[in-house]
Each structure stands twice: as structure tokens, then as C-alpha cells.
């Protein structure tokens, strides 16, 4: 089926009795490059077609959630004066979540 290079370098740990928890967290974090290092590293030297895992617009396909949006608001946080994230319902939860990660990452960064 169809999924992201962390998921495939995933089933391939546990294919191999290995924990892959650890690999889930860290490679979030990871530019492609880094990913397949590391993918490579652990012994999951495995075939993934970049260019299937593509959009029909050409985008990179993503799975979005609060870790998502969290990750991606501190990464782009040198670069933009304010961030936010869209949700689909206003969920105080899921917000609450987002500022506190992100404050505690980024201080003094403006969230809208």
C-alpha cells in the first residue's frame, strides 16, 4: 500500500524484530537525506520510488496531525514573524498543545 519512507523503513524494523519506536520519533525530524542514512544504518536498505508517493499536482503527500503542524511551526519559525495551524473544528485541546510546543521550542515566536 501506500506510505511515507518512515513507514516503510518502520515495517521493515519490525519485520525484522526490532523496535522501531525510536526510528518514528527521531526521523520526524529528519531531512530525506538524514532519513536514508539512518534507514540505512539500522540495515533497512529498502527501495522507496520518490516519485510515486507523489500527488497528481506534484505535492509530496504528507499525513497531517498536531505533531505535524508542531514540527513544521518550529522549523519555519526563524522565517516567519507569525505561525498557525488550521483545523478543521476549533478544539481548545489541540491548541493548547500547539502554543505550548511551540512556545516551549520558540519563546518568543507570535502565534496567530
Do not use: N
Not at 28 to 51: E, H, N, V, Y
Amino acid at each position: 500500500g501506500c506510505m511515507t519512507f518512515p513507514e516503510a523503513v518502520s515495517k521493515a524494523l519490525k519485520a525484522k524484530g526490532k523496535d522501531s519506536k525510536q526510528w518514528e520519533k527521531d526521523s520526524r525530524k529528519m531531512s530525506i537525506d538524514q532519513m536514508r542514512k539512518a534507514a540505512a544504518d539500522m540495515g533497512c536498505d529498502i527501495f522507496f520510488d520518490w516519485d510515486s508517493a507523489r500527488s497528481v499536482e506534484g505535492y509530496y503527500r504528507i499525513k497531517g496531525s498536531t505533531e505535524f503542524c508542531i514540527e513544521r511551526a518550529i522549523a519555519f519559525a526563524p522565517y516567519a514573524d507569525c505561525i498557525w495551524m488550521e483545523t478543521g473544528k476549533p478544539i481548545l485541546g489541540q491548541a493548547t498543545q500547539f502554543a505550548q510546543e511551540v512556545r516551549a521550542a520558540v519563546p518568543h515566536q507570535m502565534l496567530a
